[in-house]
Nanobody, 126 residues
Framework: QLQLVESGGGLVQPGGSLRLSCAAS????????IGWFRQAPGKEREGVSC????????NYADSVKGRFTISRDNAKNTVYLQMNSLKPEDTAVYYC???????????????????WGKGTLVTVSS
């Protein structure tokens, strides 16, 4: 059974850092596009960052560029989201999602995700 499990969320002060993990089981992450999404209370879900596990190409939402870094470890079947300089507006439930892909990622990467994790809560507050 294909599963994605997020971890690493928690409470952090503004300006702090967290690293989220997305561990896959039931399939290998080679040749997939993996996206991180977030949904804040009362807001629509938005794509945050995306990576190709084939060639490592990445894409970021403007709101997180320069602060968040997505990476993958194919040997560990895991994708990470390093979040630095966190702001209160980054508070949300963060989800990872996946779809098969051999293409270099672009801003269209976030569409068509077929597999989703259950999310991990990130709260940025003093």
């Amino acid at each position: 059974q294909l599963q994605l499990v997020e971890s690493g969320g928690g409470l952090v002060q503004p300006g702090g850092s967290l690293r989220l993990s997305c561990a896959a089981s039931g399939f290998t992450l080679n040749y997939y596009a993996i996206g991180w999404f977030r949904q804040a209370p009362g807001k629509e879900r938005e794509g945050v960052s995306c990576i190709s596990t084939s060639d490592g190409s990445t894409n970021y939402a403007d709101s997180v560029k320069g602060r968040f870094t997505i990476s993958r470890d194919n040997a560990k079947n895991t994708v990470y989201l390093q979040m630095n300089s966190l702001k209160p507006e980054d508070t949300a439930v963060y989800y990872c999602a996946a779809r098969p892909s051999l293409r270099k990622v672009s801003s269209a990467c976030y569409y068509g995700m077929g597999y989703w994790g259950k999310g991990t809560l990130v709260t940025v507050s003093s």
